[in-house]
């Protein structure tokens, strides 16, 4: 048995989901006894079989993987139940197995593969599905790449109707729940007695279930961005959100100001306020990045940039 | 003055992990510890708090990098992004060696993030030493490579894995993080002497030494790096100093983390098996 057969079969045998009982099954995949399997090339000694000898790499993965996404999904597991919650990534990891160097990229196709797979969180598909994407957009800010900033008092360049860039980190979630306040009151129960710990509080946990089960829809529009390198969440107005979204998408500023404030019948006035207020909050917390092509503005004082 | 090719940094001393629970210490109190090594994996990111406080680290200490995840023993090529982002971070910290696992963790580029034993063979061993060079060339910076703990062994081995290890970093012509927690801890799943090891290994090549606690299960142990080093573990490592002389040396602990200074002072014990450096006459 060459290298590349080896390292196949070992970690064919090590991702395969635990039992129950959290012991390797007893069959591979294709329905081998997975005693037979082990046996073909790793060695017993005194103590151990072949089998137990593999099954402590099996057991070590899921431990590894299955807590990874634990902790950063705690707001998923708190919705679905703890029990559901690892049935769950089991069967997600089984589907979509790591395809990066870095932990940190485990959840990335969470989303995507829930949407395939309402079964795993019905009767809360909805707000499941609003809870893992603001926990993945959460992870995105945390470390996401950040650009040098459009100053504050830096005014428009000689562009009439310019494109803003937003910063990379900053993301933006259209949400059919206001999670983001659940979120965090389920962090808040965590630490002060911890769903996500082993040693589950009682007197918590009926707490966290109303909280849950009293969950209205709400449509909300939420910015996650960091200042300080802390993550915050912002809730935005619905054309805040679509002036940003169009903006991301490229779209030049009048464009955008069009798109989100389609519909409605906001006077101009009101409308130039209402957008120079956001873009000068919207500057102060650092969203816009400078222009790629170097100094294209000129500064409040007249002088190029 | 270099003790060999390998070990050309006998003033780092002891160091310690750098590990998130001390970051406030450190900042706040800048304890005079000798070097840190950071995991680079926790560091390969864009931007954000990580990297935010490693800048404040670098600009006080030295930072050695340690990785879990470059495999050398997987069968496939150096993954670019990996490679890419590594060196943006090896330019960031300057590290003046660089550490990772002999080991494998990925098939066909699925990863287990798991430290992989590799089956020892004259086969693995021109595959890793092959992509060691490869991850040298692209790095430039030294690399040395770790032994690993393990718990399983393979039919297929034509070697023990002290000449396994050594049988490697010649072809790959690098040095060695010997891990000398690691050698107890797989000595006792495997039924092997540990003084047969630290002394096969070559000792020109040892860049680096590590220490760790582990936990002892009924059938077996596993190298948790939770515990304090226990008295075997550090007579493995007085045998491997005598062996190698002054080497950096570092303590690793990464669960159930104690504070700062209880973590420090575990690892300072190692300061009473290093020689006193040579004074120059």
New interface residues.
């Given amino acids: 048995m060459n290298l590349l057969e080896i390292q196949r079969r070992m970690l064919e045998a090590v991702m395969q989901p635990l039992t129950e009982d959290e012991e390797m099954q007893p069959r591979t995949r294709d329905g081998k006894s997975m005693y037979e399997a082990a046996e073909e090339f790793i060695k017993p000694n005194d103590r151990l079989s072949s089998f137990e000898r593999l099954e402590i790499y099996n057991r070590q993965y899921w431990f590894r993987v299955l807590s990874a996404l634990e902790e950063d999904f705690r707001g998923l597991r708190a919705i679905v139940g703890a029990q559901r919650f690892e049935a769950l990534c089991q069967a997600y990891l089984n589907d979509c197995p790591s395809r990066s160097f870095t932990m940190r990229n485990l959840g990335s196709q969470l989303e995507r593969w829930l949407e395939k797979h309402p079964e795993y969180i019905r009767p809360r598909g909805a707000l499941a599905l609003d809870m893992v994407r603001l926990e993945w957009a959460e992870i995105e800010a945390f470390d996401g790449a950040v650009e040098p900033c459009l100053l504050p008092g830096d005014v428009l360049s000689r562009e009439p109707d310019p494109k803003f860039r937003l910063q990379p980190y900053l993301q933006l979630l259209a949400l059919r729940y206001p999670v983001d306040d659940l979120l965090l009151a389920i962090r808040k129960g965590n630490s002060e007695g911890g769903v996500a710990s082993n040693a589950i509080s009682e007197d918590r946990k009926p707490t966290r279930t109303r909280k849950i089960g009293r969950q209205k829809p709400e449509a909300i529009f939420l910015a996650v961005h960091r200042v300080d390198y802390s993550v915050y969440f912002k809730r935005l107005d619905g054309e805040a959100f679509r002036l940003l979204h169009c903006l991301r998408e490229g779209n030049r500023l009048s464009d955008a100001v069009a798109s989100a404030f389609e519909g409605t019948d906001i006077q101009e006035k009101k409308l130039l306020d209402v957008v120079q207020s956001w873009f000068q909050k919207w500057s102060e917390l650092g969203w816009f990045c400078r222009p790629e092509n170097g100094p294209q503005f000129i500064s409040s004082s007249g002088s190029h940039s | 003055m270099p003790a060999n090719s390998f070990n050309g940094f006998t003033d780092f001393g002891v160091g310690i992990g750098l590990r998130v629970p001390h970051y406030q210490h450190i900042l706040s109190e800048k304890p005079v510890v000798s070097w840190f090594e950071i995991i680079s994996?926790n560091y390969?990111?864009?931007?954000?708090?990580?990297?935010?406080i490693l800048d404040q680290i670098l600009e006080r200490y030295r930072v050695v990098q340690h990785g879990v995840?470059m495999y050398f023993?997987?069968?496939e090529a150096p993954?670019r992004?990996?490679l890419k982002r590594l060196k943006a971070l090896v330019k960031r910290t300057h590290t003046p060696w660089l550490t990772d696992h002999l080991c494998?963790g990925?098939?066909?580029?699925?990863?287990?993030?798991?430290l992989?034993p590799m089956?020892y063979?004259f086969?693995?061993v021109r595959?890793t030493a092959q992509k060691i060079r490869e991850v040298r060339d692209f790095l430039e910076v030294p690399i040395a490579v770790e032994n690993v703990s393990s718990?399983?062994?393979?039919?297929?081995s034509e070697m023990t894995e002290w000449e396994f290890l050594a049988e490697v970093v010649e072809a790959a012509d690098c040095g060695i993080l010997l891990d000398v927690n690691n050698i107890y801890v797989s000595s006792r799943?495997?039924?092997f002497n540990p003084l047969d090891y630290v002394n096969g290994v070559p000792a020109d090549r040892v860049a680096q030494l590590h220490i760790a606690g582990h936990s002892k299960f009924e059938?077996?142990i596993?190298d948790t790096h939770d515990h304090p080093v226990i008295d075997p573990v550090w007579q493995l490592y007085e045998r491997a100093i005598e062996r190698v002389g002054r080497t950096a040396t570092l303590l690793e602990w990464d669960d159930k983390i104690p504070t700062f200074e209880e973590v420090h002072r575990e690892a300072l014990k190692a300061n009473q098996f290093v020689p006193e450096p040579a004074v120059a006459s």
């Fill in positions: 994996e390969m990111i864009d931007s954000g708090r990580p990297l935010h995840s023993g997987s069968p993954n992004e990996h494998w990925s098939v066909d580029g699925t990863y287990s993030h798991d992989l089956p063979t086969e693995a595959h718990y399983a062994e393979f039919h297929v799943n495997h039924n059938k077996y596993l």
